[in-house]
Nanobody, 128 residues
């Protein structure tokens, strides 16, 4: 059974950095998945910020390009989101997500409804 579990959220000052982790359980062949980080601010829709496909190709929302980096460590069964130069607008609950992938679309404008597997979320708060 596929499971995802996020960690690494917290409170940080404007301009600071955080690295989110997503433990992957039950992903027997990771190249068959499109994986993503989403975020949802209070009162807002859930939006993708970064994706990575089974070939290692990444995609980012315009709002985070140059500041966020998605990566996958297969040896550690972990998906990461490195965030630098954080802004107040980055404050949100962050979720990792996964969906089956066989070479199709896996860009950062994919909607949340197209992903089958989700973690429980980790809160990121940027202030100051």
């Amino acid at each position: 059974q596929v499971q995802l579990a996020e960690s690494g959220g917290g409170s940080v000052q404007t301009g600071g950095s955080l690295r989110l982790s997503c433990a992957l359980v039950g992903f027997s062949y990771r190249a068959s998945y499109c994986m993503a980080w989403f975020r949802q601010a209070l009162g807002q829709e859930r939006e993708a910020v970064a994706t990575i496909n089974g070939a290692g190709t990444t995609s980012y929302a315009d709002s985070v390009k140059g500041r966020f980096t998605i990566s996958l460590n297969n040896a550690k069964d972990t998906l990461y989101l490195q965030m630098i130069s954080l802004k107040a607008d980055d404050t949100a609950m962050y979720y990792c997500a996964a969906d089956g992938w066989s070479g199709g679309y896996c860009d950062a404008d994919r909607g949340a409804s197209s992903f089958d597997y989700w973690g429980q979320g980790t809160q990121v708060t940027v202030s100051g």
